[in-house]
């Protein structure tokens, strides 16, 4: 298994290391919370620069990737909304999203055996949520909620923006086969 995928597998342990942390009663469990997420971030930089600069790049790794950034993503999110510090709806919009965006990969696999590699905006999203996570995280009591929602806002944005950028390459593949 190439280190690219390791690294993918290791962010997926790390999303229940988040859990249990995050809602142990340990009195510094949301900075050690934080820090798994940033953790989980750098192991992502670091199997995609990996993949590209080796050559590593494989169908396991285009799906497991971002598999595991997403339930990450999920994890802090949820985690986050269940303990009242970021609304449930931003959740919610987020899950929509990326079951549009698995749904429409699914279908794609299935008539191409392939899907697309993650883009610049998804880059950027994902990027987001971290930064956003983890300094809700760190600042909770200390951040003020405009400033809680402009970071949530923003991160969704990019997230959606991602999709729409996914849809129209996806259309533009299945318009050209056709």
Do not use: Q
Not at 11 to 37: C, E, K, M, Q, W
Not at 49 to 61: D, E, P, Q, S, V
Not at 99 to 110: A, F, I, Q, R
Not at 115 to 128: E, I, P
């Amino acid at each position: 298994m190439s280190i690219p995928n390791v690294l993918s597998i290791f962010r997926l342990l790390l999303s229940g290391v988040f859990v249990v942390v995050f809602f142990s009663d340990h009195p510094n469990a949301l900075t050690y919370s934080a820090l798994i997420y940033l953790l989980a971030g750098i192991t992502d930089v670091l199997d995609g620069i990996i993949a590209r600069k080796f050559n590593m790049i494989t169908k396991l790794g285009k799906i497991l990737d971002p598999a595991a950034d997403k339930i990450m993503t999920f994890c802090v999110f949820i985690c986050i909304a269940i303990k009242g510090i970021i609304p449930a709806w931003a959740v919610i919009i987020l899950f929509c999203k990326e079951l549009v965006l698995s749904v429409g990969g699914l279908t794609m696999y299935k008539k191409i055996n392939n899907v697309f590699s993650s883009n610049l905006l998804g880059k950027a999203a994902t990027v987001s949520f971290v930064v956003s996570g983890i300094s809700i995280m760190l600042f909770n009591d200390n951040l003020p909620e405009y400033l809680k929602y402009t970071l949530i806002t923003i991160s969704l944005v990019l997230t959606i923006s991602s999709l729409g950028s996914y849809m129209y390459k996806l259309i533009k593949l299945w318009g050209s086969k056709e």
